[in-house]
């Protein structure tokens, strides 16, 4: 009876198999796998807290959901969702604010971080430029930055490679938390932003519900010390010169201030500059009107493509490199030292005081950027090109540069060139712009190409502010100056 075979049919059999090889992932393989993971990066956090300059913030052991649940029950985001429910009704409301905090709230992974993610960028970084840190401060400069701080890197917004690069020029000193738009709102690189610490803001949103969202984010991550990384710009420069100032995430941030675990907020100004930015066509192209009226099946195309060429230089079929790729690093900016020497302290910063004080300190953060963006040797070609108005012969050119060098070396400006190469810069800038046919050679001349002039002028942009006359001085001015925000 037992020697009995048992035959089952086909149709019959394999929807068995299919169920029983979904139980056993979903029971045993999932299981197995999801706690060595977690054991691994368990063991990870404890070692990178005694090997990294700024340890893990606590707050990064605190499981996402525990996170999530106390966002959205922060007494002000429950106020928000009230005042919205009065029009939307109470449901919607609570799924909005919990779609908000979703969006918001990152699942930091430092196994992806640290590992993966800094593999990743490492390789994909060196196969398109040659990286440089022009301008740096000692080693121990930041040492004195207290531990009971919120550190804030502030950067000017040229890429979006801005935020690979710091990650990983700063992955042996501290994970960063960055602040991503809309375009990094597409499956899967909304997940791989979230595992990496970052969390993505709708810049055009303009209802009273998500900035509330928002801001309570802001000040509970600021609060527990979870270090930042900002850009003052609110988006890409679209025309390669610095942009004026947005205030959001800095009222934000300054909210913050002498909460939870945080004594005092430091920034750490950085300037980005790049001999091709990957997506200058793009910015480019939408100079006028940007990127709000685009459709989110245009978002979903743009970043197929872009990560294809990513994968394509990551398995080196793309071998052309871009250039250079330079970064600078300014003196820490304490805003308890700030508030003492304007006669003020933490403890007495009222509301009002602390709206009133963003304008100033984006002011001479910004301006402390502005001073610090490296010149590469694109910059100066493109400029030199343009004040020539387009024409110029290589002799020439090659002189007008190194006066140019000269003329920028003594006003102490930074340059990602070397005195010794300082007669290689020229040719190294043109090798670029004619493989991307900005410039064209015809009859020993170089000339600009009459359909690239805007991307000529991209690029000499970048370095135009440290050239001006007082009348554009002046303008650069108005555009470092913030004006005081109304209260009504």
């Known amino acids: 009876m037992l020697e009995r075979e048992v035959a089952l049919p086909i149709w019959l059999a394999l929807p068995v198999l299919a169920l029983a090889l979904l139980g056993a992932r979903a029971y045993i393989v999932e299981p197995l796998v999801r706690r060595a993971l977690l054991r691994r990066e368990r063991d990870l956090k404890t070692r990178l807290n005694t090997t990294l300059t700024r340890p893990l913030p606590k707050v990064l ?7 999530t649940e106390r966002l959205f029950n922060d007494p002000i985001v429950q106020q928000a969702i009230e005042d919205a429910a009065e029009t939307d009704g109470h449901e919607a409301a609570e799924t909005e604010a919990r779609a908000y905090i979703d969006e918001l709230m990152p699942s930091f992974f430092a196994l992806f971080y640290f ?26 400069a930041y040492a004195d930055i207290p531990e009971d701080a919120s550190i804030v890197l502030v950067g000017n917004h040229r890429s979006n490679l801005d935020v690979a690069v710091l990650s990983y020029l700063a992955a042996r000193t501290s994970m960063i938390s960055f602040a991503a738009g809309e375009w990094a709102s597409v499956w899967p690189v909304n997940r791989i932003m979230q595992m990496s610490g970052c969390y993505i803001i709708r810049r055009e949103s303009q209802g009273r519900l998500y900035k509330t969202v928002l801001a309570r984010y802001v000040h509970m991550m600021i609060g527990a010390r979870m270090p930042q990384g900002i850009f003052l710009e609110g988006g890409l420069s679209r025309d390669g010169a610095i942009q004026p100032i947005k205030l959001g995430l800095m009222r934000y941030i300054l909210a913050g201030l002498g909460t939870g675990e945080t004594r005092d907020i430091v920034f750490i100004p950085v300037a980005f500059n790049y001999d091709r930015v990957p997506e200058d066509m793009t910015l480019l192209a939408h100079q006028d009107q940007g990127f709000t009226k685009k459709s989110r099946l245009y978002t979903i195309r743009s970043t197929a493509w872009h ?12 071998r052309q490199r871009f250039g250079q790729a330079a970064v600078s690093f300014g003196p820490a900016f304490s805003v308890r030292k700030w508030l003492t020497e304007h006669e003020e302290s933490v403890e007495t910063l009222d509301d009002a005081r602390r709206k009133a004080i963003v304008a ?11 001073n610090m963006i490296p010149v590469l040797p694109v910059s100066l070609v493109a400029t030199v090109i343009r004040d020539k108005d387009g024409v110029i012969s290589r002799r020439q050119l090659r002189r007008e540069v190194l006066q140019l060098i000269e003329r920028l ?13 300082d007669p290689n810069a020229s040719e190294l800038g043109l090798q670029v712009l004619l493989s991307r046919g900005v410039v064209i050679e015809e009859a020993g001349q170089l000339k600009s190409d009459p359909d690239k002039v805007a991307l000529l002028q991209y690029y000499a942009h970048t370095i135009s502010h440290y050239l001006v006359d007082e009348e554009a001085a002046a303008q650069l001015s108005s555009i470092l100056t913030v004006p005081e925000p109304s209260r009504a």
């Open 307 to 318: 990560s294809l060429g990513m994968i394509a230089r990551l398995l080196r079929i793309r």
């Open 61 to 67: 052991q605190v499981p996402r959901r525990v996170l």
């Open 360 to 370: 100033p300190i984006a002011e001479n953060i910004i301006g402390q950027i502005a």
């Open 115 to 140: 590992h993966v993610g800094y593999w990743l960028a490492r390789r994909w970084l060196r196969s398109m430029y040659d990286i440089q840190i022009v301008k740096q401060l000692p080693p121990d």
């Open 409 to 421: 070396r003594t006003a102490e400006v930074p340059l990602a060139i070397n005195e010794a190469d």
